[in-house]
């Protein structure tokens, strides 16, 4: 009996040790192949390697540490080349028609709501790539005025107000259907 219960040790430990070792070469694993970025992440990534790509390419390149909210604003107006939004200028006869009817040559921007998630992710990425938030130049108060006039500008421009969207409130129904269970005093 008692050499039986020195084999049990035995083949306890050895049990015990591979699987301490399969574990170990599952966290080996684990740090080699990263998990996948999320779409948010990626777009994040590729948004802040975009504006480095920007501000190198300037004239004189601006390092990241000098970089200011004008510096962003010059890269929104940049994008514009690249958007695929109508804007109609107020001379246009389609301006204020939420659905023109005709062509017009009215030039082609960003639409606000896609420069105010690039402004949020670059603002994220700003912070988790070591800058401080108080010197974050995608937090200024020269961006969010930028976007509200962008927001209306191209609100009056289609003819649609922006209405901010109201956050659904939670109503707790009072019911009296337990309270003829309950004697009153």
Known sequence: ???????????????????????????????????????????????????????????????????????????????????KTKVHLQGCVFFGQPEPPGPCSCPLKQAWGSLDALIGRLRAAYEENGGLPETNPFASGAIRIYLREVRDSQAKARGIPYKKKKKKRMTVKATNDHSSNFPMQ
């Open 1 to 83: 009996m008692s050499s039986n219960k020195g084999k049990e040790v035995a083949e306890g430990s050895s049990s015990r040790s591979s699987t301490i070792a399969t574990a170990a070469v599952a966290a080996a694993s684990d740090q080699q192949s990263p998990a996948p970025l999320s779409r948010y992440e990626s777009q994040k990534r590729r948004d802040w390697n975009t504006f480095g790509q920007y501000l190198r390419n300037q004239r004189p390149p601006v390092a990241l540490s000098q970089c200011n909210s004008n510096h962003v604003l010059d890269f929104l107006r940049y994008l514009d080349q690249f958007g």
